[in-house]
Antibody
Framework: QVQLVQSGSELKKPGASVKVSCKASGYIFSNYGIHWVRQAPGQGLEWLGWINTNTGNPTYAQDFTGRSVFSLDTSVSTAYLQINSLKAEDTAVYYC????????????WGQGTLVTVSS | EIVLTQSPGTLSLSPGERATLSCRASPSLSSTYLAWYQQKPGQAPRLLIYGASSRAIGIPDRFSGSGSGTDFTLTISSLQAEDVAIYYCQQYCSTPYTFGQGTKLEMK
């Protein structure tokens, strides 16, 4: 069955970097893109961008260009989200989700990774 | 950037009642590239509806979607206890693929 398993919670200081992993199984990794979405505590969903797992080409939402990096290790069917120069307002649950081919909606989601930024 | 505005913010209904959730797009969507997601507390979102009106695999037929242009609706025909959740619409017509702020559905 399709699964996306994310890495565990992280506690970081302002200015540090964090790298969240998303390991896919149960399907051919390169056939579906990966979306990244975040949710601040008690808030709604925010789309960060997506990465084409066939070409490695990332697309970032404008607000996340510059500090965020999407990457892949296709040998282990894993996508990564790295955020640099962390700020307190980056505190959120970060989700990866599989991007469907027929449209770009997200049919399978990871369990989420809580990133807390605090001094 | 396309802004999605959901209403109401909170909806409180009794079991068996009909729930109608609204999502308004500005500017209008040039296609029916709108999805609905359900998120229960402590869980990841789940895809309910895509293409404004198509149910995702495994979604009960009490969930239905409609609309085009600027106005979209998610309807739950007969509310069940397990439908208590926050519902989000998302447009995927153009990047960034924005979400609405959510409608919280509560049981009376």
């Amino acid at each position: 069955q399709v699964q996306l398993v994310q890495s565990g919670s992280e506690l970081k200081k302002p200015g540090a970097s964090v790298k969240v992993s998303c390991k896919a199984s149960g399907y051919i990794f390169s056939n579906y893109g990966i979306h990244w979405v975040r949710q601040a505590p008690g808030q709604g969903l925010e789309w960060l961008g997506w990465i084409n797992t066939n070409t490695g080409n990332p697309t970032y939402a404008q607000d996340f260009t510059g500090r965020s990096v999407f990457s892949l290790d296709t040998s282990v069917s894993t996508a990564y989200l790295q955020i640099n120069s962390l700020k307190a307002e980056d505190t959120a649950v970060y989700y990866c989700a599989r991007r469907r081919v027929r449209d770009v909606t997200s049919d399978y989601w990871g369990q989420g990774t809580l990133v807390t930024v605090s001094s | 950037e396309i802004v999605l505005t959901q209403s109401p913010g909170t909806l409180s209904l009794s079991p068996g009642e009909r729930a109608t959730l609204s999502c308004r797009a500005s500017p209008s969507l040039s296609s029916t590239y709108l999805a609905w997601y359900q998120q229960k507390p402590g869980q990841a979102p789940r895809l309910l509806i895509y293409g404004a009106s198509s149910r995702a695999i495994g979604i009960p037929d009490r969930f239905s979607g409609s609309g085009s242009g600027t106005d979209f609706t998610l309807t739950i025909s007969s509310l069940q206890a397990e439908d208590v959740a926050i519902y989000y619409c998302q447009q995927y017509c153009s990047t960034p693929y924005t979400f609405g702020q959510g409608t919280k559905l509560e049981m009376k």
